[in-house]
């Protein structure tokens, strides 16, 4: 990848082509084409992708792909599975799909195959889930466990929470499990007064046993527990750990059995299949975890063995570069239609985000091109009634992926007829929009005069030609939600390829962390102010004033 990305003769071929049909509308490429369905719909790991509402031609798809292997795409990918370095910056590798390797292929770091390792946590977390379900493992008052409380921020907590709540309908409800990330003494309030601390059971996931937000509510569960009956002496039967700091954890009284190890070829966004993903494992059932797992194995077999032309990640991120870097493309709408996926716009906000929302490429020089979009959206049909306007109608637009099942887990009278109908009818107004003509005649039909008719009809026409994804499958189940997880991660790190930056560091986070520390000490009056932007210092003097209000 010597040559930067915008001298590329396939760049610029595709800047040419671009400009040959940026301004062609995709409903007249459906009327020319009655195949354009199947032509550009593809299925892998049990998800079918309808990617037909793109504005793409065959000709688009065919520069996209030799612009994919220019950037050696399969090479990457197959350095990626294989352990290389492919995080520079941190001399790591990226090996969370080894996490999932259910095949027989060793997985090599340092020389050393880690796939006994990962077989033998996955061993010790059945084991766990297996006397927690069972009520073989029980608190310092002889109860089962009747609580699970996660405490852990960023991938120790979007994932899992995701996964926990895609994969309620199979959740026996024996155990409720929570989720505890934000640094705020009311989210920790809401979740510990309903619970009883003789049979609640705390999780702390945690690399370092030090992150600042994940210590603190840890420490505080710690005393809570203390003060409400429990002893030093029964920390460990009512804490365990995912941590890779062994000695912290001991120290906060966990014992060594119950904790379980955390790799530095894991990044944090892509943890859920480690132990992180142990509440979640206690939730559902360590076989319905497993198949979570075997779902994403399977996307990363296709991921790593199609050919471009038919390799679904590769071809969502071809879509991706299309639009950000040619259309001038900011944002991707993520649109879930299934509540139980509601948690997905925000872990892929972190997955896509924290991996490419980067300027500096893998050489160290700043990229002159834009890179990861901002990823937002949310649960449909909720969002029709408040952002989908700015999605017909605004200024700019935004690719949009409608993610859904066919069939539900609770059909109840023809609610999900309705549900998938609002889906399709979306993507389908995003596609043909309303003429000025269409408007003026809906106007007419409705009883109004010309005159109000011509008025009224600007405000109601809708461009149409917007793009967008249809991600489909038959039912969510633990295989069809690993792979569709799955799916995404591929696809973000087949874009970071593209566009040669590191998706597997994050020092745009570290930052923040690192100043976090020494702002904490000035608003606790350890350390001073002055040397702050005068902005951060008065906000410090703010919060101080108001503390005396109180």
Known sequence: MSTPLQRLDIWQQLQHHFTDIHQQHMLDWFKQDNQRFDRFNLEAAGLTLDYSKNRITTETMALLMQLAKKRDLPAQI??????????????????????????????????????????????????????????????????????????????????????????????????????????????????????????????????????????????????????????????????????????????????????????????????????????????????????????????????????????????????????????????????????????????????????????IGIDGRKVDYHTGPIIWGGVGSNGQHAYHQLLHQGTHFSPSDFIMPMRSHNPIDNFHAMLVSNALSQSQALLTGKTEQQAIDECLAAGMSEGEAIALAAQKVIPGNRPSNTIYFPKSTPHSIGALIALYEHKVAAQGMIWGVNSFDQWGVELGKDMGNSVLAALEGEASSAAFDSSTSGLVQAYKKMQDLL
């Not at 007064?193 to 049979?199: A, F, T, V």
């Not at 600042?212 to 429990?230: H, M, V, Y």
């Not at 132990?275 to 797992?293: Q, T």
């Open 78 to 359: 197959k350095a990626l599975f294989e352990g290389e370095l492919v995080n520079r910056s941190e001399q790591r590798p990226a090996l969370h799909t080894a996490l999932r390797n259910f095949s027989d292929r060793p997985v090599i770091v340092d020389g050393v195959d880690v796939m006994p390792e990962v077989r033998d946590t996955m061993n010790r977390m059945e084991e766990f889930c297996w006397k927690v379900r069972r009520k073989h493992w029980r608190g310092y008052s002889n109860k089962p466990f009747t609580d699970v409380v996660s405490i852990g921020i960023g991938g120790s907590f979007l994932g899992p929470k995701l996964a926990s709540s895609a994969l309620k309908p199979y959740n026996d409800n024996q155990i409720n499990v929570h989720y505890l990330a934000n640094i705020d003494g009311s989210h920790i309030t809401e979740i510990l007064k309903h619970l009883n601390p003789e049979s609640t059971l705390f999780i702390v996931q945690s690399k370092s046993f030090g992150t600042q937000e994940t210590l603190k509510n840890a420490l505080a569960c710690r005393q809570w527990f203390l003060s409400n009956g429990g002893s030093v002496a029964d920390l460990p039967k009512h804490f365990a750990a995912v941590s890779a700091n062994v000695e912290k954890a001991v120290e906060f009284g966990i014992a060594k059995e119950n904790i379980f190890p955390m790799w530095d070829w894991v990044g944090g966004r892509y943890s859920l299949w480690s132990a992180i993903g142990l509440p979640l494992a206690i939730a559902i059932g360590i076989d319905n975890f497993r198949e979570m797992l075997r779902g994403a194995h399977a996307m990363d077999e296709h991921f790593r063995t199609a050919p471009m032309e038919k390799n679904m990640p590769v071809i969502m991120a071809l879509l991706g570069v299309w639009y950000v870097n040619f259309f001038g493309i900011n944002s991707q709408a993520i649109l879930p239609y299934d509540h139980y996926l509601r948690g997905l716009p925000a872990h892929l906000q972190q997955l896509d985000m924290e991996s490419n929302g980067k300027s």
